[in-house]
């Protein structure tokens, strides 16, 4: 038997229900901000991650599903390329591409799978979804300003709220800017050389590349040592400092609570100043529901002007599954099952289920071959509240047998009856 591919998994009924309970709810907090909606490929050119993600993150260097597309001729080589495994780089591609700042266009949201070929476990996928929004644009229109980072923060915390995650924990980092992070890296090599020899393999090839990286490390012997090293924010320079010491403020006028975390680095080369992330308890090891931060340098490293940014990325299957325990009212059942009840009832059930799914209710249609008995089994296998039957009695007398599944109460209800009194409690 085929099945489903390691690490990835279908996402069946009623959880869906869930999943679109989710993303209706995000378009519309997102919407209050006036975020638009983007959609960009599933696939890129390998450079775009491999330039903004960066070389030595965990993504770029283990995790990303890359292959070589077919030349157009035999003996043209063919171009590298790979599955998205994060949505900023291809958004900025395209803010690049579409000059989209001509067209006043900085508030951009996506929702869609991503790939990273790692080790699979509760709440950690090879195919994941995000749902992910960037501010962009150029420093003019104020989107280097703190006043951002606050407004992203506290959209993420009022979507939260809204879909009824209440206990989540907003941990808050700078990470500087690339004067800053010259500094530190050095500081990081100097106090990494005499113990470098006794960490991972990982953490000893960061140490020469990409120090900063080290903080990704999630080894149980090498977390001594990192607890020692120095920490980013020792390094700030004034602006940097400003930045945070603003965001900060105005996270705390809007009565957002956060706690400063300074190891927290993020996983990805491009981050800038403000980093950020909210866990929740519920979710055990794998307990970051969200990740986000700044990238000021990331549209010009792509080839594009000037233009600050900060976005984040929400894990859409962790937060689908921080919600389960409080969504039971999300699933809806169908509320009657029409029973067709005899030779030729299918057509006039089937015009009864048609009035009635007009009046926006939830019908599940019988057929006549069914006897009563296994009618009112299939009504109660699909959850329904009511179950109608439709004989040939019924339809000449214009008035229909309408039993409630859970009291058994029954009544005749006349045809044009029906709609008002399902939909009553
Ligand atoms: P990142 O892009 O690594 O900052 O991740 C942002 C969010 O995406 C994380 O906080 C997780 O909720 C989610 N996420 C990242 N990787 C995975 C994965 N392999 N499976 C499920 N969710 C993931």
Redesign the pocket.
């Known amino acids: 038997m085929i099945k489903a591919v390691r690490g990835t998994r279908d996402l069946l009924p009623p959880d869906t229900a869930l999943w679109n309970f989710v993303e209706a709810a995000v378009r519309d907090v997102f919407r209050a901000y006036n975020f638009q909606e983007i959609r960009t490929p599933i696939f890129e050119e390998t450079a775009l991650f491999s330039r903004s993600v960066g070389e030595e993150t965990d ?1 770029v260097s283990k995790e990303m599903y890359t292959w070589e597309d077919r030349g157009r001729a035999a003996s043209e080589k063919g171009q590298s390329l790979t599955l998205r495994p ?1 949505a900023t780089a291809g958004i900025v591609r395209a803010y690049i591409e579409h000059k989209l700042w001509d067209r006043g266009l900085n508030k951009l949201y996506c929702i869609g799978p ?1 790939f ?1 070929r ?1 080790r699979p476990q509760k ?4 195919q ?1 979804y ?1 749902i992910d929004a960037e501010i962009i644009g150029p420093a003019s229109a104020g989107s280097d300003s703190p006043a951002r980072d606050a407004e992203v923060l506290e959209m993420l915390a009022t979507l939260l709220n809204r879909l009824g995650i209440t206990d989540w924990n907003l941990e808050l980092n700078s990470v500087g800017c690339a004067n800053d992070r010259a500094r530190f890296n050095e500081a990081l090599r100097q106090a990494l050389k005499p113990v470098v020899g006794k960490m991972c393999a990982d953490c000893q090839r960061r140490a020469v590349t990409n120090p900063l990286r080290v903080f990704d490390c999630k080894v149980p012997e090498d977390q001594p040592i990192i607890e020692k090293l120095p920490r980013i924010s020792q390094f700030l320079d004034e602006p940097c400092r400003a930045h945070f010491e603003a965001v900060q403020e105005i996270l705390k006028s809007v009565g957002v609570e956060f706690q400063i975390n300074d190891r927290l680095v ?3 080369d491009y981050y800038t100043r403000t980093a950020f ?1 909210f866990t929740h308890g519920a979710l055990g090891a ?1 307990n ?5 931060g700044r990238y000021d340098g990331l549209s010009e490293s792509l080839g594009g002007p000037a233009a600050p940014g900060i976005g ?4 859409e ?3 689908v599954m921080s919600l389960k325990e409080t969504a039971e009212g999300v699933l809806r059942k169908p509320d009657v099952y029409v029973a067709p009840l005899g030779a030729g009832m299918n057509g006039e059930a089937a015009r009864l289920a048609r009035e009635l799914r007009q009046h926006d209710l939830v019908v599940e249609l019988g057929d006549e071959t069914f006897r009563l008995k296994k009618s009112f089994e299939a009504a109660t296998k699909a959850g329904a509240k009511y179950i109608l039957i439709v004989g040939e009695n019924e339809v000449k007398a214009g008035a229909f047998a309408l039993k409630n599944l859970a009291t058994a109460e029954q009544v005749q209800v006349a045809r044009g009856d029906l709609a008002h009194r399902i939909q009553e409690k």
């Open positions: 993504i994060e991503m990273r790692e709440g950690r996928y090879r994941f995000q993020r996983g990805l992330e794998q970051a529901i969200l990740g986000g984040f990325a929400i894990g299957d962790r937060l």
